[in-house]
Each structure stands twice: as structure tokens, then as C-alpha cells.
């Protein structure tokens, strides 16, 4: 497997992680607006499957949405599948920013999303989300790569401000449209 894709790899692993913590709380509101903890999962695996269909390079069956932890194992499982084919990860073609890979696209596109997406599930089931620093600047450089097309319909609404003493987790949530500080509401008993 290259190194693109193990990063992928890593990212999807977390991603795992953070989902499988949030059982039972399927239904719970996220930063996505009108999403659910369900549907955030659903959209990850709904968009790789898309994409790696659209390269000929269908991933199999569509995992069983009834169990979000095992439609994401399965689903990841399956993606590695595919970028451990011989030749796919290194497979170039014209992406939205030129020419790329398949394992880069996976890597920096998908795998940016499951990084941002697990900050989202993360955040409404209570759990702790950061990463480090690092990461933060990589990610803030693939975004920088976007330009305008990061705030298009659909993939992130516009910055919101955060002091200048914010961590580089909070910068880079705040640069994605997500309010560092959002918590679910509270649910209130009758």
C-alpha cells in the first residue's frame, strides 16, 4: 500500500473510532445542520462509493445501514480493498484541481472529510476531539488548494471567527463553517 493511502488508511481508522464511541446515540443532532450522527456516517460512505464508482473501481455491495459501526468497518474495509488493487492507488485522472491520483483523492479529499466529519460525530456524541497541529496545518494547506470551491454548495459554509488564542483544531473548524464551542442542546425532560 503507498503512503497516500495509508494515510487514508489512518484517518478512516480514527474515523472508526470515533463512530463506534457514539453508540446508541444514532440520532443525535450534529454541527451539520438538520444531519443526525446516522446521516453524517451515511454521507461518508454514500460519497467514497460514489466516487470510486465513477473510477470504475465499484467497492462492492453497499453495506447494511442498520448497524453504523459495521456498515463504516465493512465500507473502510472495502476501500482499502480497492487502493490495495495493484496499479489503483498510483491510477492518475483529471480530478476538479487538475491531475491527481486515486490514492491522493482518497487521502486528501475523502480523507480530509473523515477527519472533518469525525470532529462532527465526535462533538454531538461527547467525546474529545483534537488533533495536532500538524495535521491542523495540513489540512488548512488541502483546503488552501480549493480556493472559493471550499465554500461551494454542499461542502462547507463560510468561516466563522474564533479569538486569536484558539487552538489549531478550533482554527481549522472555524475555517470550515463549524462553530468550535457547539454542543448539542441539552435534552429536556417532560
Do not use: N
Not at 61 to 88: F, I, K, M, T
Not at 137 to 161: K, P
Request: net charge negative.
Amino acid at each position: 500500500m503507498t503512503e497516500t493511502s495509508l494515510k487514508f488508511t489512518e484517518r478512516a481508522d480514527v474515523f472508526a473510532t470515533i463512530v463506534g464511541r457514539a453508540w446508541p446515540a444514532w440520532d443525535a443532532p450534529t454541527p451539520c445542520e438538520a444531519w443526525t450522527v446516522r446521516d453524517v456516517v451515511d454521507h461518508v460512505i454514500d460519497t467514497e462509493r460514489e466516487f470510486l464508482k465513477r473510477q470504475d473501481l465499484g467497492p462492492g455491495p453497499s453495506p447494511d445501514r442498520s448497524d453504523p459501526v459495521g456498515a463504516w468497518r465493512q465500507h473502510a474495509a472495502a476501500v482499502a480493498e480497492v487502493l490495495a488493487r495493484d496499479g489503483v492507488a498510483d491510477t492518475e485522472y483529471d480530478g476538479w484541481f487538475g491531475r491527481t491520483t486515486i490514492a491522493a483523492t482518497m487521502a486528501d479529499f475523502y480523507g480530509w472529510d473523515l477527519v472533518v466529519h469525525g470532529s462532527d460525530i465526535a462533538r454531538a456524541t461527547g467525546q474529545e476531539w483534537t488533533i495536532s497541529d500538524e495535521e491542523a496545518t495540513q489540512l488548512h494547506t488541502t483546503a488552501d488548494g480549493w480556493g472559493d470551491a471550499l465554500y461551494s454548495e454542499g461542502i462547507c459554509r463560510e468561516a466563522v471567527e474564533v479569538s486569536d488564542d484558539a487552538s489549531a483544531s478550533d482554527r481549522l473548524l472555524a475555517r470550515l463553517g463549524r462553530d468550535p464551542g457547539w454542543r448539542p442542546e441539552p435534552v429536556r425532560q417532560s
